[in-house]
Structure formats: C-alpha cells, structure tokens
C-alpha cells in the first residue's frame, strides 16, 4: 500500500506482477531489494530480524539444531575453539560442558545416526557427541562433509585427500577399513555428498557421481558401483547443495540447476535443463573465482535462498527464489541477513550465523502484524 501527496491510501494492481517488476540483465536493472512476494503474488517488505542472544565481536559458524528421540533439544553454533548451546531460559550462549579444544574458524559438518550427533571440522579427529559425552576416534578420516548411506558414515572433505570419499563398517560409523574408500575420476575436489532415494550422489567441483553397492558373487559382499551422472556440471562449495521438495538444487559457481529423477518407473536420474538462476544471471557473472568456495544454498517455507559474495570476500547478498511464485527472485542486500555464514530452522523459523561485524546469530522474521494486515486488505479488495 503506497501513500499520496494528500496521505490517503491508495493501491495498484497488476493482472502480471511478475512481469511488472524488474529483474537482472545488463542494463543495469535489479531484483526487487529486501522484498518477499507473500500470497496471492504481492510484494511486502521484508521486516528484518531480532539478535539470538548478544552480539559478538568473534566469528561464530556452523549452526546445527540436534534434537534426541528423548525430547532433548540442543541449538549448537562454533566459536573461537569451542562449540557452544543456547540457552531458551536466559537466552544467552555458553561452552558445552566438557567440549574439547577445537582449531577456530575451522568449519563443521554434521549428521546424525542412531540418536547420536557425528560431526567434523577436517583439522580435528572425528567425533560424537550423545547429549553428555563427547567421545573422538582419531583413526577415523578427518573430514566435515559427512552422510549417513546403506548403514554407512560416509566422510569426505579431508584436506590431505580432498578427491576421496571414505565409508565405514555397516551400522559401526567409528570404524573404518582401509580399503573402504571411493575416488571418482577427476581432479577436481569433493564438495558434498546427498544420500538421494537409494543411492549416494557425490558432487565434486565439475562433476557428479553416483554410489550404489551391489552384492558381489565372487567376493560375497557388497561392493560400491560408481556411475557419472554428470560430467559437466558440481557444485562449487561446501554449502552449494540442497534439498529442494523432491530433488536436489546446486549452484555449479555460475548458475543454479537442479538434479532429480527424471523417469518414475526406472528411477534414472538426470540434471535438469532449465537453469534457475536465469533471471540474476548478470549479477552472478560478478562472483570473483577466488570467493566461491564461500557460496551457500538452503530451502524452507517454499523459499530457496542463494548466498553469494558479489562486492566483498564473505557473503553479502542473500538472493530470495520463491518457488510458489513462478520462481521469481527477490534479495536482501546491505544489512545483517545478507550476510550468511550457516543456516538452521527451527519451529519454521529461520537462523542464520553472520559472515560480517557484528557477529552473532540472528533469528529472521518475515511478516509483521501491519503487514499481515495489508495482505488482508490487498487480497480482499481485490
């Protein structure tokens, strides 16, 4: 809702919003600046965020919410050389009890198996924490990208072989044998790994492979078969790989595409050929080669967010596809939500750990009661 020169109100309408606004092209043109489309396809302003817990002069990084069969919950965050969880009742962050030392600003990757939570920063020994206890198996591969696939921990992202992707014994995730191990051609890097309705999809930097383990007559066991399923496109980061609905988006360092299964009744998997990114393609075109192991992805609420880096080294464009919109794109730019380090959600609502000063979490909000009010107003007078 707009106000006139005489402060009354006053509306307008589009038959095609979407062709109304302006997108990315070379003309200089751009998305809609920290704005969301709501229902019904409106525009609203996005009304920002709240600090969880206090601001920080010191990085904090890799957010992850473990929750127990048990009902016992823990929000953990990194910073400095400790892992740390929130407290709901005081509201602040304090060091896990009995938390080792761990190499600061060194990332983490999780998972969780078995009611226990498995996770890495590929400096330090892997490690797993049930609640209480934290326990480290150093003869395991020191990794941060970790997924759970046929009763396996799988484990990449280990520095000293960043090609390779190590399993372990079948329902032991600690134990791992020698021989164990899976190196798809290639010289580019593992970036993640997607357990992906019965089989293991490993993205490297250009390319994507796929896991299976068929039994072997000879041998009697279960051996892992490797088949390319694309020799073109990966994923160019850590973090450039996620669940969206039924199939898996990835942002390859240039462009957003999508991998999923493309025949029902034989389950073939296949990239998608529309790339989604399309309509920010200009701005894209901006990332500096140097900072796109920095990119990150994540979905929820039937958004798809793309953190990128355009005019500095860390994160600070947060690009919004809202997927019940035609995939139209808004972004958030110059404040605290563009700066995206990890994401987390929690009861629908989403955190996010901050690349830029000052440092802390943020817990996001959307839509406040006045804008609330006005989609009413907007959809009824409609």
Not at 342 to 351: A, E, G, L, Q, W
């Amino acid at each position: 809702m707009l106000k006139s020169p005489t402060k009354r109100d006053f509306q307008k309408v589009f038959d095609d919003l979407q062709s109304a606004i302006d997108v990315d092209a070379s003309d200089g043109r751009s998305v809609p600046v920290n704005m969301n489309f709501v229902d019904k396809g409106y525009l609203t302003k996005d009304t920002g965020f709240t600090i969880f817990g206090d601001s920080e002069g010191q990085l904090t990084h890799s957010l992850f919410y473990y929750k127990k069969k048990n009902g016992n919950t823990y929000t953990i965050r990194a910073k400095g050389t400790k892992l740390q969880s929130y407290n709901f009742n005081d509201r602040t962050w304090s060091d896990i009890p009995a938390c080792p030392t761990f190499t600061e600003g060194a990332e983490f990757g999780y998972i969780t198996y078995n009611d226990d939570l498995y996770f890495g920063n590929a400096v330090e020994s892997l490690y797993k924490f049930d609640g209480i206890t934290f326990t480290a198996y150093a003869s395991a591969p020191k990794g941060n990208l970790l997924e759970i696939f046929e009763d396996r921990l799988f484990v990449s992202g280990v520095t000293a072989e960043p090609l390779t992707a190590y399993y372990s014994n079948v329902g032991i995730p600690t134990t791992f044998s020698v021989a164990d191990l899976i190196k798809p051609l290639g010289t580019d890097s593992i970036t993640n790994l997607k357990n992906y309705y019965g089989s293991l999809l490993i993205f490297k930097e250009e390319s994507i492979w796929k896991v299976t383990f068929n039994f072997d007559q000879v041998s009697s066991l279960y051996v892992p078969k490797l088949d390319s399923q694309s020799g073109t496109y990966g994923a160019c980061s850590k973090k450039a790989v996620q669940w969206v609905e039924n199939d898996l988006w990835f942002f390859t360092g240039l462009e957003l595409r999508s991998i999923g299964i493309t025949d029902n009744i034989t389950g073939s998997l296949g990239i998608n050929k529309t790339v989604l990114s399309e309509n920010i393609k200009e701005t894209l075109k901006l990332i500096d080669n140097a900072n796109k192991t920095k990119i990150i992805v994540f979905y929820d609420n039937r958004r798809f967010y793309l953190g990128v880096p355009i005019t500095d080294d860390e994160v600070d464009t947060v690009f919004v596809c809202h997927t019940l919109f035609k995939n139209s794109w808004t972004k958030y730019t110059g404040r605290s939500k563009s700066t995206v380090n990890s994401f987390m959600v929690i009861d629908d609502i989403v955190y996010t750990s901050t690349t830029q000063v000052p440092y802390g979490i943020i817990k996001w909000t959307v839509e406040t009661e006045d804008s609330e009010n006005l989609n009413n107003a907007l959809s009824t007078e409609s």
